[in-house]
């Protein structure tokens, strides 16, 4: 559970004769991770890819290619088939040509299509000028400008140029056109004139007669180009529909075939032999065995080189067996030159990790893998992740409403999505909503209401309260969540530094392991309970209220815990030096304060609910009596005061003689009702969002910057067996 599936290292060495048959056994298998040959074994090299890979990588990305084409998915394969060896030679091709002439058909529309669109756009501002395209040019005398500008301005320059003796200027919407006479043989005296003013000029276009025609003839062959895109795109989609199932298996086929034909560069191989090597669950070895026996029989040897330990080195380096279980091929025995085994065939190979995690909490590794995922060396901290992710978030939250709400975005997330990482994330969400749903139940509260205190708690159970309450009003609750924060803190911080401890441990030594760990951790540990004791004040002395609501510890437990924090001190000392004396405090108070923040998220979103709820009920002021329970009809909420209490309210009070604080949108009229129904929907929905922002990424923070940082590094490789999950084709 805290640690990866055992993995055991294999090697199968056998003669290049059934060298297909063993890769053929370990692909349907689908076991065996395999390790790069380095190349660095004396008479042996890389081997080379199996007869027919390139044909095979060609189809391959020509399949790719029309699945693109035709933007086939996997909503579109159908039932499984066999794609044969005539199906790819053939259909395949016959399909290549069909697609690629009408996507080469829909290319030319498309060019065409833009072409005319641009000639629209170029044409459509001279439309509104009213004047003909073979009249805007052509002359010899006169010299004509079309463009957008100011008419007034351009029409001023024109005054005052002293190369342009005539001039007129047609306006319409948007455009203008401007006709000019020169006073000399200047060609761009027009030009010259309309420097100075704000005029963007327009190419006239080259055609002639009224440019209003000239549009609605360009729009017209738009529309019949568009018409012929439809078409063509039809066509596409009929080819998608027939084709997709044979494209979506052809493309598996092909996959499973490249990535056979291409394994043997894994391999260490001489012209007569092969070694394979690879990691497998240590629990598959027998089924591994057996399997390659009942394809080659003897002709290959299967050898365990070792069952990885959890160790922080000394995997990939295998030296030649003692005993070499030699190939049976006649003259193809030149399998491992001096041993049945080649040395450091990778030496920088690790065990590839398989998260060994309970089913309810592997949703949880999705929040593991955002850091990285675990290496094979390292403690898992999924787990820990599985029981206080969603305990910090509910209770941070703490309501039912809310909490039936993620739950169910996050059962939206995990059945609506086939990507792992969502459904995982979706998983999370339904674990938190169910703790917000558990925790809304013991604060009594149902979106910032406390229904569920009157009705079950008070009214079915007949207690006076809920079991909890936030601390909104009631300052001991908050006080106590606020040390009841700390001593969450100094137990996670204590699990994440008993985790460094024992990967110290395994990696480092027990010296490395106590100072590096153990010190830090008996330095909180000692600090955290000295602070709850009452060895400050004395056995009868003050209490400090904060600390004493979650458990008072007598002072000579507290003088036990300053000296366990001590000892801590001096192992930081030993192990960091000077600089471990400059961290102590953070060690001592600064992380474990840092948890704090539970409490105060906890507060913030009870704030922010009782804001949207009294906008919306309002509230009014009934004087208890006696300090007893007073009655009220639809009361929702309670603030305990000495001598007052005060309620959300559904209807008028004025009944029952209470004095009105505030009336609320709903007793405002039709209006009122309609803005309050507003407010609280949109006002609990940005509760439910803000939840996500504070509560989520404050327990994130937590979990990543404070727990892990005390232990955790990953960088593990995943598993990846040399095998393909067959979804669109079958072998039988």
């Known amino acids: 559970m805290l640690r990866p599936e055992r993995m055991s290292k294999v090697s199968v060495t056998g003669s290049k004769r059934v060298i297909d048959d063993v890769i053929e056994t370990i692909h349907d298998l689908n076991l065996v991770h395999l390790s790069d040959y380095d190349g660095k074994i004396e008479g042996f090299d890389n081997g080379n890819p199996m007869e027919g890979a390139d044909d095979a990588s060609e189809k391959l990305v020509t399949v790719r290619s029309l699945q693109s084409t035709l933007d086939v998915d996997e909503a579109d394969a159908g039932p499984t088939r066999i794609v044969t060896d005539e199906a790819l030679e053939t ?251 080649a040395a450091d065939f990778d030496e920088d190979d690790s065990p590839p990790v398989i998260q060994d995690n309970p089913s309810v909490a592997r949703p949880f590794e999705a929040l593991t893998e955002v850091i990285n995922r675990p290496k094979y060396t390292e403690l898992d901290p999924t787990v820990v992740l599985f029981l206080t992710f969603p305990a910090f978030y509910g209770f941070m939250i703490g309501d039912l409403g809310y909490g039936i709400l993620y739950a169910a975005i996050g059962f939206w997330l995990y059945r609506s999505f086939d990507s792992e990482i969502l459904s995982k994330l979706g998983g999370v969400a339904m674990w938190a909503g169910g703790f917000t749903a558990l925790f809304g139940v013991l604060y009594g509260e149902i979106f910032g209401l406390h229904l569920i205190t009157e009705y079950v708690w008070h009214g079915a159970l007949g207690l006076p309260d809920a079991p909890l309450k936030k601390g909104l009003h009631v300052g001991a609750f908050a006080q106590l969540w606020l040390a009841a924060s700390l001593v969450f803190g100094i137990v996670h911080l204590g699990i994440g530094y008993l985790f460094g401890f024992v990967n110290d441990l395994k990696s480092h030594g027990a010296r490395d392991a106590i100072t590096e760990s153990g010190g830090p951790m008996l330095l909180m540990v000692g600090f955290g309970v000295w602070l709850f004791s009452s060895h400050l004040q004395g056995e009868s002395g003050p209490r400090p209220e904060l600390l004493y609501r979650v458990v008072e510890l007598p002072a000579s437990v507290g003088m036990a815990a300053l000296a366990v924090a001590l000892l801590g001190l001096v192992l930081v000392v030993i192990g960091e030096g000077v600089e471990g004396l400059l961290e102590s405090p953070t060690y001592a108070l600064v992380n474990t304060v840092s948890y704090t923040r539970i409490a105060a998220v906890l507060l913030a979103k009870a704030g922010m609910a009782y804001v949207v709820n009294l906008l919306v009920f309002g509230a009014y002021e009934v004087e208890t009596h006696g300090g007893g329970t007073v009655e009220y009809m639809f009361g929702l909420f309670e603030i305990a005061q000495p001598a007052h209490e005060t309620h959300f309210m559904l209807f008028s009070t004025a009944t029952h003689g209470g004095e009105v604080l505030f009336p609320g949108l709903i007793h405002s009229g039709a209006a009122g009702m309609v803005a309050g129904a507003l ?38 490789e995943k598993y990846h067996p040399f095998g393909y999950q067959r979804n669109y084709t079958t072998e039988d």
């Open 91 to 341: 259909e395949l091709e016959e399909i290549r040509v069909e697609v690629n002439e009408l996507d080469d058909r829909y290319g030319e529309l498309e060019d065409e299509l833009r072409d005319v669109e641009e000639r629209i756009d170029a044409v459509e501002p001279f439309a509104d000028l009213g004047i003909d395209l073979d009249l805007l040019g052509g002359y010899d005398s006169l010299q004509v400008a079309v463009g957008e500008g100011n008419a007034d301005a351009v029409r001023d320059e024109l005054r005052t140029a002293e190369a342009i003796e005539a001039f007129e200027v047609f306006e319409g919407d948007d455009t203008l056109a401007v006709f000019a006479y020169p006073r000399g043989d200047d060609p761009d005296a027009l030009d010259d004139a309309l420097v100075g003013v704000e005029f963007g000029r327009l190419e006239v276009p080259d055609a002639e007669g009224s440019p209003e025609a000239y549009v609605e003839d360009l729009r017209h062959e738009r529309d019949t180009v568009e018409s012929k895109l439809d078409s063509v795109e039809s066509e596409l989609d009929d080819l998608r529909v027939e084709h997709a199932g044979f494209l979506l298996a052809t493309e598996e086929k092909l996959s499973i075939d490249v990535q056979k034909a291409e394994v043997p560069l894994q391999f260490a191989t001489t012209e007569r032999a092969f070694v394979a090597e690879g990691w497998i669950p240590s629990d598959e070895y027998a089924t591994f065995v057996e399997a390659i026996q009942d394809a080659v029989g003897e002709h290959a040897a299967v050898e365990e080189l070792e069952q990885a330990d959890y160790e922080a080195s000394g995997h990939g380096h295998h030296g030649p067996s003692d005993e070499p279980e030699p190939v049976t091929d006649d003259a193809d025995a030149e399998t491992a030159t001096d041993g049945g085994t």
């Open 679 to 716: 407010v609280m929907v949109v006002g609990h929905l940005l509760v439910l969002a803000l939840g996500v922002t504070s509560a989520g990424l404050q327990t994130l923070r937590l979990e990543y910057v404070e727990f892990f940082n005390k232990f955790y590094e990953g960088g593990g």
